[in-house]
């Protein structure tokens, strides 16, 4: 179930394990809200032989990037990731978030974060009139928790047992906002 703010709602954010299927549920939301010509971008998993080596970014109008690689070099590592921020932020520069009238983000984590320019396009987004539905790590201080708090959230938590009713129950809040 969401967690309310107590506010009138504007953004969702989907929190929840690794591996639970929050970029699944983006994806889905995204082609469920397609007559609204969403932006934005999600993950997905750059994996070799079963094994997962980095993410790489695919914006929905079809813009692509790398977002971290175990191979890269850079100055920036979470965990066994090497990220480009700089590649990131071109990435950003390339797909479009205005106007749309709905934004997935996928994922709002610490790797993302790295970013100057991602964290300053976020605040500038929140604060926006444009709803957003993003995923958001599990665990995070700064930006990653300011946002969880704001009042204009709801916030989900995405398990096993709830993942499957979780498009219909993101769609009914949602429809309203877009109606």
């Excluded at 934004?103 to 974060?113: N, Q």
């Excluded at 957003?132 to 995070?140: D, F, H, V, Y």
Aim: glycine fraction near 8%.
């Amino acid at each position: 179930m969401p967690v309310p703010n107590h506010a009138p709602p504007k953004n969702i954010l989907i929190t929840g394990q690794p591996g639970i299927g929050k970029t699944t549920l983006i994806i889905r939301l995204a082609d469920a809200l397609k007559h609204l010509s969403p932006a934005g971008f999600y993950t997905r998993e750059v994996c070799e032989k079963n094994i997962r080596k980095g993410f790489d970014l695919i914006g929905l109008t079809g813009e692509k990037g790398r977002l971290s690689h175990v191979d890269f070099k850079s100055p920036y590592q979470i965990g066994k990731y090497w990220v480009d921020v700089a590649g990131f932020e071109r990435f950003l520069d390339r797909i479009s978030l205005k106007p749309a009238a709905l934004i997935f983000i996928d994922e709002i984590g610490k790797m993302e974060c790295l970013s100057a320019k991602f964290n300053k396009m976020l605040r500038k987004l929140f604060d926006a009139d444009v709803p957003i539905i993003a995923t958001i790590s599990l665990k995070g201080i700064g930006l990653i928790s300011e946002l969880k708090t704001r009042p204009d959230v709801v916030l989900f938590e995405m398990t096993q047992s709830n993942r499957d009713g979780m498009v219909k129950d993101i769609l009914s809040i949602v429809e309203p906002l877009i109606a």
